[in-house]
């Protein structure tokens, strides 16, 4: 066996003694009491220094592309209203050097982007006119937390093919087509920046990403694994737009792409059930309390009049059709669904489809769909951070059924396989954020948010390593190294991510020098 390394003297989660964990040709291949493995001069060893060794971290729905670009671009998460949103915009085209591109502008021009804007709690309504007022003729396109609604002034629309929409306020479908855009104009310098944040997630102990950009990323990866070895595995993701693609090139979901050195996989198929609760269209069985705006769509089928219940972004016979097509040729579905009657509705089109895959979100649930959650085969891909970033926002949309948001432990108990993700640039690409959420179900001084869903640190930790709980032999070399154990650490320690290093199918990705041996 190539490549044999012990790594001596570490401890597992939770364990009073110490073991030695071989690894060889990339997989674990024996975890033994400590001093269990003889020595051998040709067989390198790392004293571990009783550091607890965990399953490498997963983030399990992220959107890398506009992650990494979002680094660069102009933070409007503290503007409190439109206006005071308007003058942070006008601060920074101000204090821009003539002729220079403004952060965030991914080699698209002029183009100032920004992001994080929470409308949701907003006293004033955004519009096209008012960020003209300090940008008429610098294109300007600000996106919203959720990433489905975007604010663009009259500039930005002519530059995306919309001059003619009347509040320069996109959601759903035509906020997608922007993003999409965007990064596709950003092909000639976002590889460097992917590659920046994928070395900072390798820094946070992840090991592999499920990457949902927009379009099919697949390409994107075959070039970037072609430049050098990726320091995570990637799972891809197809959308439906481009499914037909996906089918010609014949490769099921968890197919091993060629020449990427076994660390990038086909995904699944995304497909939208509704929108999103601080952009208003997150579908609802019961209409949103709060007197915050939403969007009204008119009604897509017989079962629920849709006005004020949120967006129906996929009809249910269409979405039974769509899944239908894509698992016939092997592609699994990841069916994004938020709101109560979106979940219902994809645990429906499961039912009836018979396929494995993923409900990306989950974020209300009723009653009555916990135990479906445990069908074999069923992905419940939840992300603890927004439970945490948006309590403020639910609280008021949703005051009525909290109690029913981000139920983590209640789907926990009904059986459902719980994920993690980041949904990056939603939230951090930290997998640590992610477990802490979960834990605690808050993030500042106040107390616990619906502390009866809270999670243990064991199952959220196993939540954010795609299941392992424990490193055993026989797993991909794909693991953590700790200087303290997460399931007994500190809140803070645990938040901060106790990472010394990381390694992926048996090859250091980062941290090396600070361990022995």
Request: proline letters at 7%; aromatic letters at 4%.
């Amino acid at each position: 066996m190539d490549d044999l390394l012990v790594l001596r003297d570490g401890r597992l989660p939770g364990g009073s003694t110490t073991v030695d964990v071989v690894v060889g040709d990339g997989r674990v291949v024996a975890v033994r009491p400590a001093g269990g493995v003889p020595a051998r001069a040709d067989v390198p060893d790392v004293a571990l220094d009783g550091r607890t060794v965990v399953p490498g971290l997963w983030d399990m729905h992220a959107h890398l592309t506009q992650w990494a670009l979002a680094r660069g671009q102009v933070d409007l998460v503290a503007a409190t209203s439109a206006r005071e949103a308007v003058e942070l915009v006008g601060r920074e085209l101000a204090a821009r050097p003539p002729g220079d591109a403004p952060p965030g502008s991914a080699d698209a021009g002029d183009l100032l982007v920004c992001r994080r804007m929470r409308s949701a709690t907003w006293p004033d309504v955004p519009h096209r006119t008012l960020l003209d007022l300090v940008a008429p003729t610098t294109p300007v396109m600000v996106q919203n937390i959720d990433l489905h609604l975007v604010w663009c002034n009259s500039a930005a629309l002519r530059l995306f093919g919309q001059p003619d929409d009347p509040t320069g306020v996109l959601r759903e479908e035509d906020c997608y087509r922007i993003l999409e855009a965007l990064t596709d104009r950003a092909t000639a310098s976002q590889d460097a920046q992917v590659a920046a944040a994928l070395t900072e997630a390798a820094a946070r102990g992840v090991v592999g990403i499920k990457d949902f950009e927009f379009g099919d990323a697949l390409p994107d990866w075959q070039r970037r694994s072609r430049a050098g070895r990726l320091p995570v595995r990637i799972d891809t993701t197809v959308y439906r737009s481009h499914l037909d693609g996906a089918i010609e090139r014949g490769w099921p979901t968890g197919t091993v792409v060629p020449d990427t050195n076994g660390l990038v996989r086909t995904g699944h198929l995304k497909v939208f059930v509704d929108g999103a609760l601080n952009s208003g269209t997150a579908l609802c069985h019961h209409p949103v309390v709060a007197g915050l705006p939403v969007i009204a769509t008119p009604p897509h089928d017989d079962e629920v009049e849709l006005a004020d219940h949120g967006h129906l972004a996929t009809a249910p016979a269409d979405l039974h059709a769509v899944l239908a097509r894509a698992w016939q040729h092997g592609i699994a579905p990841a069916v994004h669904a938020i709101g109560d009657r979106a979940v219902t509705i994809a645990l429906d089109a499961f039912d009836h489809v018979g396929c494995p895959g993923r409900i990306e979100h989950a974020q209300l649930v009723a009653d009555a769909d916990l135990p479906r959650f445990a069908r074999p085969g069923l992905v419940a891909s939840v992300q603890p951070a927004h439970c945490t970033d948006d309590r403020d926002v639910t609280d008021d949309r949703w005051s009525d059924r909290s109690h029913r948001a981000y139920r983590f432990a209640d789907l926990a108990a009904a059986g459902a396989r719980l994920e993690f993700g980041s949904d990056a640039p939603v939230s951090a690409l930290d997998p640590w954020a992610a477990i802490a959420a979960a834990v605690t179900r808050t993030e500042d001084d106040r107390p616990s948010w619906h502390p009866e869903q809270c999670l243990d640190v064991a199952t959220a930790l196993a939540a954010s390593a795609r299941g392992r709980e424990r490193v055993h032999a026989g797993d991909p070399a794909d693991l953590v190294i700790c200087d303290d154990d997460p399931t007994t650490c500190t809140v803070d320690v645990l938040r901060a991510g106790p990472v010394a290093a990381t390694m992926v199918a048996g090859r250091w990705t980062h941290g090396r020098r600070a361990l022995g041996g």
